[in-house]
């Protein structure tokens, strides 16, 4: 679990004159309206939107944003209404919550191609502020990491759910790592026997593998150094198991 202090240092080192006082009240305010209340996992709910605002740290936000992933389900899962929170965080913190709080409430049946694309529109076109579909992904990223808790019927509705509304949105949004993980998460619980099967052969070469990309990341270095080409850094990666499985 992350601590609150470990939160507080990220958003400083892409800001330094961040609001951090801001940030203290709404954690303090979500450790107070979530009291009691347990995850699945039976960690404290509080783990959550500490996880949630520390995936909007990640991606350099501002406070707003962040204090609004801190506070993000105290709507839905409390008895606190928008106009406290607006009371007590302003306006714009607020509006991001609304945002997301209704979002949440929109219910998606269908997976049919046209629909889930007629479902994501609907979705684009409600947010007026880009920081409530922000907000939403870093939610539904740390909930499909943690999707394990969940009995098998609703691991499969909230797994589909994400591979055809939230990673779609997320490339869309030029936000390919997080697109990436949510597709990969995807995968492993909607078709979990060609997931284990594939991991297990990619796991099995893994050493050779990642060989083979040391061994040309040298040789691409020493071509280039050679050719007097300035050099930043040169990566290799192994393929992920959802996109090698596409192309299979």
């Known amino acids: 679990m992350i601590r609150f202090e470990d939160l507080i240092e990220k958003v400083r080192a892409t800001n330094p004159d961040a609001d951090v006082e801001l940030l203290r009240r709404a954690y303090v305010f979500s450790a107070f309206e979530h009291k009691g209340q347990v995850r699945h996992s039976g960690e404290p709910y509080l783990v959550h939107p500490l996880e949630v605002a520390d995936l909007l740290a990640d991606m350099k936000l501002d406070v707003v944003a962040v204090a609004a992933g801190l506070l993000h389900d105290i709507v839905e899962d409390t008895q606190t209404p ?3 929170i607006k009371e007590l965080f302003g306006a714009d913190i607020a509006h991001v919550v609304e945002g997301v709080t209704k979002l949440g409430a929109i219910p998606f049946s269908s997976s049919e191609e046209r629909q889930a694309e007629n479902f994501r529109k609907m979705l684009l076109a409600m947010v007026d502020d880009i920081r409530v ?9 740390h909930n499909m990491r943690t999707l394990h808790h ?18 779609p949105i997320a490339n869309r949004l030029g936000m390919s790592k997080i697109k990436n993980e949510l597709e990969e998460l995807a995968f492993k619980y909607l078709e979990s026997k060609p997931y284990e099967a594939l991991r297990q052969r990619v796991e099995a070469r893994r050493r050779a593998t990642e060989g083979h990309i040391e ?14 080409v300035p050099i930043i850094q040169i990566d290799g990666r192994i393929k992920r198991l959802f996109s090698i499985h596409q192309k299979l």
């Open 82 to 84: 928008i106009e406290r």
């Open 133 to 141: 579909i922000l907000v939403k992904l870093a939610d539904r990223l």
């Open 150 to 167: 969940l009995p098998e019927e609703r691991r499969i509705k909230i797994a589909q759910e994400t591979r055809d509304i939230y990673a």
């Open 215 to 228: 061994e040309l990341r040298t040789t691409i270095t020493a071509k280039l150094a050679d050719a007097q």
